[in-house]
């Protein structure tokens, strides 16, 4: 394996792993079986965790039945991405929605060559592994057409934008993306046992159906939010209601403090009332938008015993979705964010004002101008999330799922800085990402 690490180039050295290890890649007996393991919420193990940070490692253990991604014929690379950190859902949507199953998954093909160039000429397809059906798994689609007030019934396994757990990327200007696909963190063999770094297989096929490169990258996605440690039958949030449903609670809570009938008008969805970027609502007029209900009115509850109150909401003491290096330099998501008042200060736009690299990291490493880091682009075109990854997963992350990407691409974890990912000979090493006047050949804004 030593060997393998060391060869120059990346394309011979997928391939040459591949050769070796045909199928699948388990190479490790940390890899725990969950059916033997009876708790609530259980994941892979780390391999890196323990490693310095960017270390090199040698081993690919691929989780449990997945096996490694189709070989390509070297002369193409793809990178992909899901455009969030964590995408956070309902587990039932039989009382009200906040947000439904939606991860966007996004990906850059690129011509490998001494000029290489990002292409849109060829198809790109992805499936979740190991996760065919959502329709099984959570109730979303009884209340989908009423939720979201739509024309027709939503066919089962369909997301809100007409893509499904697998099928074909839609081409952009440089990038291909399925947006909205509706993904739950339950596998089809463990429909119990949440797996929040879910992985996709990412496929780019010439016209002709020939493979030319692929790639495995996390759709993050987690229903973990814990309302009931307040919000129980008679819970701290509302001591004296008790219908036996947390979500029922805590419309009735809304019922008794804004005179409205959402218990009556079952299911609801928060956002028809309180405008939400990421659904595209505009809200009622007159009504705050939701992030800011939700902070605002929660500014003063305190952290679980995990010390994290974001995690309170957010997923969660269990998921963890902060698991990048800024996780593992010790930051919080307040040093990001701020406190919870902070996140409802008046004039704030949610899921428009948002942290920036730049408050921490020097300014050649910041977002393109008016531009949040999953629209920047940097090297060439090339998007920041590609080289590193999501926001909360910024490589290296501390969930082994998250870093088989770079692993599949360059052999370790870590930013994609093997410029043999894309080029075939060694470049100008002044002229590569962050150097020169690469950095803001974008245009436009956000
Ligand atoms: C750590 C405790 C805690 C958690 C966790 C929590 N809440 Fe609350 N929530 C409260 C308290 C306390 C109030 C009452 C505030 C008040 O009396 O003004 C409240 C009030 C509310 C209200 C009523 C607001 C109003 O005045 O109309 C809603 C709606 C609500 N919470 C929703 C949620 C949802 C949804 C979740 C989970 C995503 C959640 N809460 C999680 C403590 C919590
Ligand atoms: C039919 C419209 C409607 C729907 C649906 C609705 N709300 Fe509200 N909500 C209001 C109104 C009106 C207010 C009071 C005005 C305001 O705070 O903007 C309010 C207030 C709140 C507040 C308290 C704000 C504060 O500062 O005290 C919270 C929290 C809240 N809503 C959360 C939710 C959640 C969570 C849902 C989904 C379960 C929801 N709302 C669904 C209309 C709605
Ligand atoms: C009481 C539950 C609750 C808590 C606690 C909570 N959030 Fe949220 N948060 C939500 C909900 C619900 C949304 C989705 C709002 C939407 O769809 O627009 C959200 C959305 C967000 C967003 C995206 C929208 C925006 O405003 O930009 C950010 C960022 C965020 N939260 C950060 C935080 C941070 C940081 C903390 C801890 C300081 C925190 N949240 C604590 C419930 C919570
Ligand atoms: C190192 C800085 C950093 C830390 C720490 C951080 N965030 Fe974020 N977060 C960001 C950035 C940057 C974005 C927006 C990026 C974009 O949309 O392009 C973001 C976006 C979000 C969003 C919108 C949805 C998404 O996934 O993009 C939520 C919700 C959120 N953060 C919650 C949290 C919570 C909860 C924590 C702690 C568990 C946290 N963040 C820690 C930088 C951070
Ligand atoms: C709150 C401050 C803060 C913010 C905001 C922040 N970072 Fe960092 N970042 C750090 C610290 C601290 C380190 C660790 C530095 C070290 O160990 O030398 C780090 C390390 C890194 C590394 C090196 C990882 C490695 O070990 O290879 C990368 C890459 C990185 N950050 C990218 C980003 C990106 C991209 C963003 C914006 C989405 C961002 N950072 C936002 C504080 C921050
Ligand atoms: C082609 C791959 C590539 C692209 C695209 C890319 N980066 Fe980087 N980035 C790197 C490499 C390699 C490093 C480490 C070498 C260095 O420090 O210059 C790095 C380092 C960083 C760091 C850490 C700097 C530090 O203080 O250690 C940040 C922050 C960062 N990049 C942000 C961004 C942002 C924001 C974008 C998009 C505008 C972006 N990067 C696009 C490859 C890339
Ligand atoms: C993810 C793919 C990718 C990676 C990784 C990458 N590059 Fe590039 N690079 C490109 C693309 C695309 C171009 C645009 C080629 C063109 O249109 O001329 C480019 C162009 C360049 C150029 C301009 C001259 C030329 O050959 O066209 C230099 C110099 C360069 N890269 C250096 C680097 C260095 C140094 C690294 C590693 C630290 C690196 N690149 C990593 C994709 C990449």
Redesign the pocket.
């Known amino acids: 394996m030593s060997l393998i690490t060391r060869l120059p180039i990346a394309g011979t050295f997928l391939v040459l792993i591949l050769s070796l290890f045909p199928g699948n890649l388990l190479l490790s007996e940390r890899v725990v079986d969950d059916t033997t393991l009876g708790l609530e919420r259980q994941y892979m193990p780390v391999i890196a965790q323990n490693a310095p940070v960017g270390a090199p490692t040698r081993t690919l253990p691929l989780p449990l039945g997945t096996g490694a991604p189709p070989p390509g014929n070297g002369q193409y690379a793809i990178i992909a991405w899901n455009d969030l950190g964590m995408h956070?859902m309902d587990a039932d949507f039989e009382d009200f929605a906040?947000?439904p199953p939606y991860n966007t998954l996004m990906a850059q093909v690129v011509r490998r060559g001494d000029e290489p160039k990002i292409v849109t000429d060829v198809q790109v397809e992805y499936r979740i592994l190991a996760n065919t059906t959502s329709a099984q798994k959570v109730n979303f689609w009884d209340y989908a057409q009423k939720l979201f007030n739509l024309n027709a019934p939503l066919p089962p396994d369909i997301g809100l934008k007409g893509f499904g757990l697998q099928g074909r990327m839609r081409a952009e200007e440089d990038h291909f993306i399925a947006e909205g696909i509706p993904v739950t963190e339950f596998r089809d063999d463990y429909p119990r046992t949440p797996y929040p770094y879910q992985i996709a297989e990412v496929v780019a096929r010439s016209p002709d159906g020939d493979i030319l490169a692929s790639t495995q990258t996390v759709v993050p996605v987690s229903s973990e939010?814990h309302?009931e440690s307040c919000h129980q039958d008679n819970g701290v949030a509302n001591p004296d209601i008790a219908t036996g449903k947390v979500k029922q609670n805590i419309l009735l809570l809304h019922d008794r403090e804004e005179e409205t009938q959402l218990f009556e008008q079952r299911p609801v969805l928060?956002?028809s009332c309180?405008?939400?970027?990421?659904?595209g609502t505009s809200g009622r007029p007159g009504v705050d938008?939701?992030?800011?209900v939700?902070?605002g009115?929660?500014r003063e509850?305190s952290a679980g015993p995990d010390g994290?109150?974001?995690?309170?909401?957010?997923p969660g003491p269990q998921t963890r979705c902060l698991r990048g290096a800024m996780a593992q330099a010790g930051h919080t998501?307040?040093d990001?964010?701020?406190?919870?008042a902070?996140?409802a200060r008046p004039g704030?736009?949610?899921?428009?004002?948002?942290p920036r690299c730049s408050q921490c990291h020097a300014s050649e490493y910041s977002e393109n101008p008016g531009r949040l880091y999953r629209f920047s682009k940097g090297h060439k075109g090339i998007y920041c999330q590609a080289c590193h990854g999501s926001q909360h997963a910024i490589y290296p992350s501390r969930e082994y799922n998250d870093n088989i990407q770079s692993f599949l691409l360059q052999g370790k974890a870590g930013t994609i800085r093997d410029c043999l990912v894309c080029h075939t000979n060694p470049p100008d090493a002044d002229e590569g990402p962050h150097r020169g006047d690469d950095h803001d050949s974008d245009d436009g804004d956000d």
Request: aromatic fraction near 4%; include cysteine; charge should be positive.
């Open positions: 956070c906040l947000l939010m309302c928060c956002a309180h405008a939400s970027h990421a659904l938008n939701l992030s800011r939700m902070h009115t929660h509850i994290n109150v974001c995690y309170r909401c957010h998501c307040q990001c964010h701020g406190t919870l902070d996140m704030r736009r949610p899921w428009i004002d948002e």
